[in-house]
């Protein structure tokens, strides 16, 4: 439910938040006791508290007026940090060749869910990945989350 929620959140502001020059990562719809909604966004030049702020007030106008969630929420607009989310097939192209963590939504073979590998190319909606010396082609249906691995130099 909270996923099928954040993705009609998504749907709602993406354009707003893409007029105003960022790109939407992911939406998430956390709830169990304080319910939060957190946007992750970005853009070419990086991400600001000033664009969080900018964003935050211009998608708090949209949700006050559409009211798409239930009860209250806290607002958060965040970048997507060094193991930024991994949302679409553009995501991952953008980071051909680094290291991803990324789990299943089921056993692959019966065995792992969680794999962390290398993005070697991304054809269509599926991704290939290098995992323990391995090819490891995945369907964009088949992952459940994906992150990347912070690379520290």
Do not use: W
């Not at 007029?19 to 939406?27: D, F, R, S």
């Not at 719809?29 to 900018?54: F, H, K, M, N």
């Amino acid at each position: 439910m909270a996923r099928t929620l954040a993705i009609r959140i998504e749907a709602l502001l993406r354009p707003e938040i893409e007029a105003l020059g960022y790109e939407l990562i992911v939406a998430e719809y956390i709830t169990g006791g304080a319910a939060t909604l957190r946007l992750y966004v970005d853009s070419p030049q990086g991400i600001t508290v000033d664009d969080c702020e900018t964003i935050s007030h211009q998608v708090s106008g949209v949700l006050d007026v559409e009211n798409p969630l239930p009860g209250a929420y806290t607002l958060e607009v965040s970048s997507p940090g060094l193991d930024r989310p991994l949302v679409t097939p553009d995501h991952f192209a953008r980071f051909v060749g680094e290291e991803v963590r990324l789990s299943l939504k089921r056993p692959r073979d019966g065995r792992r869910r969680r794999f962390r590998g290398a993005i070697c190319a991304v054809e269509d909606d599926q991704i290939l990945l290098r995992v323990d010396g391995q090819e490891l082609r995945v369907g964009m249906q088949e992952i459940e989350s994906a992150r990347l691995v912070p690379q520290f130099k």
